[in-house]
């Protein structure tokens, strides 16, 4: 079956504790995207990955880090939480660029940081 | 600066109801991509509909349809015959700058559909 996973899907953490969201497509994909989303901000870039080791900011970039080594995972790294950083993430797919075609989405994860 | 705005933050409907639901963009660009997404209350995003630029043609899809004119940069998405399965949150969404895979959403519109 064709999907994304993420993992976890919830995360309680401290301020100050790194933690990393892993996610995986399995549909070959080149391009990758990471996502959070916020009531009443909608659903913002963090980042996006056009391939392997090729990696760009998204509209909000501060506080993350990502890596791209294999095409088909592209983790989402927090060095150290903030409590502004609890949101839902998500993680995206696609076989073409993301400006023209369409996303698959992961399931999400819930991160809350006290 | 590109940008989305859903206007409408809630919408509450009675099942059967017509809907529609607004998005309105600005770019620079002159080669874009618009989309819709929905989210249901179970969380997936789902894919509903992309257009191009170029491309106005209004387009239908079942009990769905979108018109989208570039005259007043807007792309709405209107619901026939609502059913409570649609209640959802919505999102439209603008794709920029091109190979370089920008994409600006909405904040969502939140429909609920009442039997």
């Known amino acids: 079956e064709a999907q994304v996973t993420q993992n976890p899907r919830y995360l309680i953490t401290v301020t100050g504790k790194k933690l990393t969201v892993t996610c995986s497509q399995n549909?070959?994909?080149?391009?990758m995207s990471w996502y959070r989303q916020d009531p009443g901000l909608g659903l913002r870039q963090i980042y996006y990955?056009?391939?392997?080791?090729?990696?760009d900011k998204g509209d909000v970039p501060e506080g993350y880090k990502v890596s791209r080594k294999e095409k088909r995972n592209f983790p989402l790294i927090l060095e150290s939480p903030s409590p502004n950083q609890t949101s839902l993430y998500f993680c995206?797919?696609?076989?073409?660029?993301?400006?023209?075609?369409?996303?698959?989405f992961g399931p999400g994860t819930r991160l809350t940081v006290t | 600066a590109q940008k989305v705005t859903q206007a409408q933050t809630e919408i509450s409907v009675v099942e059967k109801e017509d809907v529609t639901l607004d998005c309105v963009y600005e770019?620079?660009?002159?080669?874009?991509?618009l989309f819709w997404y929905k989210q249901p209350p179970s969380g997936e995003l789902v894919f509903l509909i992309r257009?191009?630029?170029?491309?106005?043609q209004n387009e239908i899809s079942g009990r769905y349809s979108w018109n989208f004119q570039k005259s007043t940069s807007s792309f709405n998405f209107t619901i026939t015959a609502s059913q409570v399965v649609d209640s959802a949150v919505y999102f439209c969404?603008?794709?920029?700058?091109?190979?370089?895979?920008?994409?600006?959403f909405g904040k969502g519109i939140t429909l609920s559909v009442r039997p």
């Open positions: 995206a797919s696609s076989s073409l660029p993301l400006a023209s075609h369409e996303q698959y």
């Open positions: 549909m070959n994909h080149e391009y």
């Open positions: 990955s056009m391939n392997v080791e090729v990696t």
């Open positions: 770019t620079r660009d002159t080669t874009y991509y």
């Open positions: 257009r191009n630029s170029f491309d106005e």
């Open positions: 969404a603008l794709s920029w700058g091109g190979a370089n895979s920008k994409l600006t």
